[in-house]
């Protein structure tokens, strides 16, 4: 089985978007120092390690990062794509301010309970099903 090639695309007002195999992330710089991932789909894998390696080169860029990802849209999320998250949280918990992660289902609310769980951020990741909550939150990372 082949993996389907990414779609790298500049969209009008400065986002960013990757998408593949009925997946799309999509990357707003909110401010310097907040970034917003956008999820919509079935991450299975097939991006490979390009859309951490996205909040990777933010991190490079500014630190610490405040995270903000609306995954209201994400349907499901493979095995080893979580795991990759949470290595990626473990690794860079001191270089990450917050991270608040907007959930539309239970299937990945207990993903990324399970994400924070095992990668022992403590409170750095923050869950919310309460959409508006949340854009209050992205409003005031903008300034």
């Known amino acids: 089985m082949t993996s389907p090639s990414i779609t790298r695309e500049q969209l009008p007002g400065g986002q960013l978007q990757l998408s593949a195999g009925g997946c799309t992330f999509a990357y707003e710089r909110l401010r310097q120092g907040a970034l917003l991932v956008t999820i919509s789909g079935i991450d299975k894998g097939q991006f490979g390690t390009a859309t951490l390696d996205e909040i990777r080169i933010e991190l490079l860029r500014h630190r610490p990062l405040e995270l903000f990802i609306n995954a209201q849209a994400a349907v499901a999320v493979g095995i080893e794509v979580s795991k990759e998250w949470t290595h990626f949280f473990a690794l860079n918990r001191e270089h990450l301010r917050r991270v608040s992660v907007l959930v539309g289902s239970?299937?990945?609310?207990?993903?990324?309970?399970?994400?924070?769980?095992?990668?022992?951020?403590?409170?750095?990741?923050?869950?919310?099903?309460?959409?508006?909550?949340?854009?209050?939150?992205?409003?005031?990372?903008?300034?």
């Open 106 to 143: 239970k299937a990945i609310e207990l993903t990324v309970a399970i994400a924070q769980h095992l990668s022992q951020t403590g409170n750095l990741i923050q869950l919310y099903s309460d959409r508006d909550l949340f854009d209050a939150r992205v409003a005031a990372a903008r300034g």
